[in-house]
């Protein structure tokens, strides 16, 4: 596996915005603080333009649990539900699924992801890391359809399936992890 970090001065190094793809064999590492200590919570978002699914850790960090999902109205409002949604302790860093393309490029869905995620960091003041969601909503309506969930109630559920299934992957290849 072949770590990039970004060079001393690049935009990306001064951001709290960092992605980790690990999927592909290159892989940007992630800031490297402190923030993989066992104390902090952890949310992931599955964010889409009707709907924003949330999954949370436990206050511990650990376990991935879906929280709900946020029908976007956008803005301010957007953030105000995702924190009712998260609770407390509030949550000490974001993971938002990345849209990739197949052949690991961005995407216009990619660039809006990258927005939201900066204005995600700005309003509530935490880190906020990237990870490749793809294919998470189609592992989520699998999930769904081998639990024997009807296709109509699927639609609201998949989001937070998919938010859980982000926050899944992202626990499992931290520092630390087993």
Known sequence: MIVIAAAPGDRAAA???AVHDARSPVRVAPPQ???YAPTVRIAALDVGDARIGVAVTDARGSGAHAAGVVERVGGRRDF???ARLVGEPPAGRFVVGLPLNLDD???PRARKTRAFGERLAAHFGVPVDFWDERLTTFEATERLRAAGVRARRQRGLRDQIAATIILEEY???RPGAA
């Open 105 to 107: 490029s961005e995407g």
């Open 80 to 82: 105000e539900a995702i």
């Open 15 to 17: 951001s709290p915005v």
């Open 171 to 173: 626990l499992a290849h």
């Open 33 to 35: 603080t402190s923030c």
